[in-house]
């Protein structure tokens, strides 16, 4: 039970650091709060790997090793349930469906356009791990046949 609520609390947490940071920058980001929040969130994750990746160089550790039990907690909830998040987004398209008619065409080019980004963004990630891990696993291999 204590691992729930610490895990909500720092959820909550990042969350507020999101809402702190739209605050200063008068919301000249244009991300919303919950956006930002996720994004430092994401950062920590990062560098907490990265120290355990330094403090047990011998083993290899996976980027799941790295997040905190009580957050693993929320990590099926809230990918289980993640379609009932978008249901206030939905309601807001329907309520603005006469705007949505005025500006079909620009809404279908930036639709196109943001999934063509996505796409080469994501190949790019995508081929960018592959080599990441290939060349580890050339390492590793290399080391154990040192080893023999």
């Known amino acids: 039970m204590l691992n729930l609520v610490l895990g909500f609390a720092i959820l909550l947490l990042f969350i507020w650091f999101g809402d702190v940071i739209n ?3 008068n919301n000249a980001l ?4 919950t956006v930002i929040g996720i994004i430092l969130l994401f950062i920590c994750l990062l560098i907490n790997y990265k120290r355990l990746q330094n403090k047990h160089s011998q083993q290899e ?3 799941a090793d ?6 693993k907690i ?8 993640l379609p009932l998040l978008f249901i206030p987004s939905g309601v807001g398209i329907i309520t603005m469906l006469s705007m ?4 079909w065409l620009f809404l279908v080019a930036v639709i ?5 980004i996505g796409l080469i963004v994501a190949a790019y ?3 960018k791990i592959i080599q990441w891990q290939e060349k580890n696993l050339e390492i590793n291999n290399g080391n154990n046949s040192q080893n023999i």
Do not use: F
């Open 23 to 25: 605050y200063l920058t």
């Open 30 to 33: 244009l991300i919303p709060s």
């Open 61 to 63: 550790i996976l980027p």
């Open 66 to 71: 790295s997040i905190p039990n009580c957050l």
């Open 74 to 81: 929320y990590e099926q909830g809230l990918i289980s349930n």
């Open 100 to 103: 949505l008619v005025d500006y």
């Open 112 to 116: 196109i356009g943001s999934t063509l």
């Open 125 to 127: 990630v995508t081929q």
